[in-house]
Nanobody
Framework: QVQLVESGGGLVQPGGSMRLSCLAS????????MAWYRQGPQNERELVAS???????KTVDSVKGRFTISRNDAQNTVYLQMNNLAPEDTAVYYC????????????WGQGTQVTVSA
Protein backbone atom coordinates (compact mmCIF):
# COMPACT_ATOMS: atom_id res chain seq x y z
CA GLN A 1 0.00 0.00 0.00
CA VAL A 2 1.21 3.50 -0.84
CA GLN A 3 0.15 6.92 0.36
CA LEU A 4 0.98 10.06 -1.60
CA VAL A 5 1.16 13.49 0.00
CA GLU A 6 1.66 16.61 -2.12
CA SER A 7 3.06 19.90 -0.90
CA GLY A 8 4.30 23.17 -2.33
CA GLY A 9 1.19 24.70 -3.87
CA GLY A 10 -0.04 28.23 -3.34
CA LEU A 11 -0.33 31.59 -5.05
CA VAL A 12 2.31 32.80 -7.50
CA GLN A 13 2.46 35.71 -9.93
CA PRO A 14 2.61 35.16 -13.69
CA GLY A 15 6.16 34.45 -14.76
CA GLY A 16 7.03 33.06 -11.35
CA SER A 17 8.26 29.63 -10.29
CA MET A 18 7.06 26.97 -7.90
CA ARG A 19 8.13 23.46 -6.95
CA LEU A 20 5.69 20.77 -5.98
CA SER A 21 6.73 17.74 -3.97
CA CYS A 22 5.08 14.35 -3.65
CA LEU A 23 6.19 12.13 -0.79
CA ALA A 24 5.35 8.45 -1.19
CA SER A 25 5.12 6.34 1.93
CA UNK A 26 4.77 2.60 1.91
CA UNK A 27 6.01 0.31 -0.85
CA UNK A 28 7.76 2.97 -2.92
CA UNK A 29 9.98 0.38 -4.62
CA UNK A 30 6.94 -1.25 -6.28
CA UNK A 31 5.99 1.91 -8.18
CA UNK A 32 6.79 1.72 -11.88
CA UNK A 33 5.72 5.23 -12.90
CA MET A 34 5.04 8.42 -11.00
CA ALA A 35 3.32 11.40 -12.52
CA TRP A 36 1.69 14.77 -11.98
CA TYR A 37 -1.82 15.50 -13.23
CA ARG A 38 -3.81 18.70 -12.98
CA GLN A 39 -7.44 19.71 -13.09
CA GLY A 40 -8.37 23.31 -13.77
CA PRO A 41 -11.77 24.92 -13.29
CA GLN A 42 -14.32 23.23 -15.56
CA ASN A 43 -11.60 21.03 -17.07
CA GLU A 44 -10.95 17.32 -17.04
CA ARG A 45 -7.94 15.98 -15.19
CA GLU A 46 -4.96 15.91 -17.53
CA LEU A 47 -1.50 14.40 -17.41
CA VAL A 48 1.23 17.01 -17.01
CA ALA A 49 4.40 14.97 -16.67
CA SER A 50 5.54 11.45 -15.83
CA UNK A 51 8.74 9.69 -14.85
CA UNK A 52 9.52 5.99 -14.90
CA UNK A 53 11.49 3.99 -12.37
CA UNK A 54 14.41 4.19 -14.80
CA UNK A 55 14.17 7.97 -14.99
CA UNK A 56 12.55 8.41 -18.41
CA UNK A 57 10.39 11.50 -18.47
CA LYS A 58 7.51 12.80 -20.54
CA THR A 59 5.83 16.21 -20.42
CA VAL A 60 2.71 17.46 -22.13
CA ASP A 61 3.34 19.95 -24.95
CA SER A 62 1.67 22.85 -23.12
CA VAL A 63 4.32 22.79 -20.35
CA LYS A 64 7.33 21.55 -22.28
CA GLY A 65 10.35 23.75 -21.62
CA ARG A 66 8.72 25.22 -18.50
CA PHE A 67 7.99 22.23 -16.22
CA THR A 68 10.44 19.53 -15.18
CA ILE A 69 9.65 16.32 -13.35
CA SER A 70 12.31 14.56 -11.28
CA ARG A 71 12.57 11.97 -8.53
CA ASN A 72 14.75 11.36 -5.51
CA ASP A 73 14.45 7.69 -4.67
CA ALA A 74 16.50 8.08 -1.50
CA GLN A 75 13.74 10.36 -0.20
CA ASN A 76 10.78 8.59 -1.87
CA THR A 77 9.89 11.90 -3.44
CA VAL A 78 8.89 13.15 -6.87
CA TYR A 79 9.11 16.82 -7.77
CA LEU A 80 7.54 19.08 -10.34
CA GLN A 81 9.55 22.23 -10.97
CA MET A 82 7.34 24.81 -12.65
CA ASN A 83 8.89 27.91 -14.23
CA ASN A 84 7.41 30.83 -16.16
CA LEU A 85 3.97 30.07 -14.80
CA ALA A 86 0.93 31.45 -16.57
CA PRO A 87 -2.68 31.94 -15.43
CA GLU A 88 -3.76 28.93 -17.50
CA ASP A 89 -1.56 26.76 -15.25
CA THR A 90 -3.97 27.44 -12.40
CA ALA A 91 -5.30 24.08 -11.27
CA VAL A 92 -5.31 21.48 -8.56
CA TYR A 93 -2.21 19.37 -9.09
CA TYR A 94 -2.37 15.69 -8.20
CA CYS A 95 0.44 13.23 -7.65
CA UNK A 96 -0.10 9.82 -9.21
CA UNK A 97 1.75 6.55 -8.86
CA UNK A 98 1.31 3.32 -10.79
CA UNK A 99 1.97 -0.09 -9.35
CA UNK A 100 1.98 -3.14 -11.57
CA UNK A 101 -0.04 -5.99 -10.08
CA UNK A 102 -0.61 -7.87 -13.33
CA UNK A 103 -2.69 -4.79 -14.10
CA UNK A 104 -2.03 -1.12 -13.46
CA UNK A 105 -3.10 -0.03 -10.00
CA UNK A 106 -3.21 3.73 -9.49
CA UNK A 107 -2.61 5.69 -6.32
CA TRP A 108 -3.57 9.36 -5.99
CA GLY A 109 -2.65 12.15 -3.63
CA GLN A 110 -5.20 14.57 -2.23
CA GLY A 111 -4.12 17.38 -4.56
CA THR A 112 -2.55 20.78 -4.02
CA GLN A 113 -3.91 24.06 -5.38
CA VAL A 114 -1.70 26.18 -7.62
CA THR A 115 -3.03 29.63 -8.44
CA VAL A 116 -1.24 31.88 -10.91
CA SER A 117 -2.52 35.42 -10.61
CA ALA A 118 -1.31 38.99 -10.35
Amino acid sequence: QVQLVESGGGLVQPGGSMRLSCLASGSYYTLSVMAWYRQGPQNERELVASITKGGKTKTVDSVKGRFTISRNDAQNTVYLQMNNLAPEDTAVYYCNAVEWRGYEHNYWGQGTQVTVSA
